[in-house]
């Protein structure tokens, strides 16, 4: 007869793979005095986000021009490189400009920026050129900027200088429908009927503005710059959480979600 027979059949254990386990063994008692942080490795914040494609490329197939044509690479961009765009309006009087199709909520929160500079004109106007939802007029001489359409989904607009001659242009705005159509134009200092669907005018051709870096956010502020080139960008990162005093922590990698297992222990059987 075996020796083992003689033991009880259950055998005692003790679980200390916190890693795999994220829990404690009941027999375990843990203390710590004061609150502290960890990584839960399944909480995460919304970080860089840009829902146009063909961020700088405004020569791809993601840009539509209207009555307008632009010149690549004609100037340094704010970033150092020979990238920027100019856009120019035809010798028409239309509503000039370029702008993007896209699908998105009603009723979300959006914030849409361009990087801009002045060459023939100073002035940039933004708009919604498929319900008229949004418009905004900038001077990249005073830095100011408004709603002179009063649209319905206008929330609030900014002009910022960069450098270089460069202005970031910021418009935040409510959805008010699924399919949106977002634009924009350099115009004249006279003579440019602004409305809810762009600017009209009368362009000769040659008179433009430079263009660089559009963004496209679901957020009520603008956030620092996300290129993209055929696919939009979303991108997370994870939040560091605060445990109580006395609650165990089991930590993970912020960067590769691996469980670190328990943090900071005082324990006894």
């Known amino acids: ?158 002009v910022s200088d960069i450098g270089g001659g460069w202005r970031r242009c910021v418009v935040t705005f409510s959805a008010g429908s699924s399919t949106i159509s977002l634009g924009f134009t350099g115009y004249p200092d006279t003579g440019a009927n602004l409305g809810l669907y762009g600017a009209n005018y009368t362009g000769d051709g040659t008179s433009g503005i430079y263009i660089w870096g559009a963004q496209l956010e679901q957020r009520s502020q603008v956030t620092a710059y996300t290129p993209t080139t055929t696919q939009p960008i979303i991108n997370y990162i994870p939040v560091l959480q605060t445990a109580l005093a006395g609650v165990p922590r089991f930590d993970h990698n912020p960067v590769t979600g691996e469980s670190l297992g328990l943090l900071g222990v005082i324990s006894r059987c």
């Open 1 to 158: 007869m075996a020796i083992t027979s003689n033991f009880p059949a259950i055998r005692p254990s003790l679980n200390l793979d916190f890693a795999n386990a994220k829990a404690l063994d009941p027999r375990i008692t843990f203390s710590r005095a004061s609150a502290a942080t960890y990584y839960d490795g399944k909480t995460v914040a919304k970080a860089e986000e840009n829902l146009f494609i063909s961020s700088q490329l405004f020569s791809s197939a993601g840009w539509v021009l209207a009555y307008s044509s632009i010149v690549s690479n004609s100037s340094v961009a704010p970033d150092g490189t020979a990238t920027a765009t100019k856009l120019l309006a035809d010798n028409s009087q239309n509503y000039h400009g370029i702008r993007q199709g896209l699908s998105l909520p009603a009723g979300n929160v959006y914030t849409v920026s361009v990087y801009a500079k002045a060459a023939e004109f100073s002035k940039l106007y933004f708009s919604d050129l498929a319900n008229g939802r949004v418009a905004a007029r900038f001077d990249l001489v005073s830095l100011s900027s408004d709603n002179p359409a009063s649209s319905p989904g206008y929330l609030a607009s900014s």
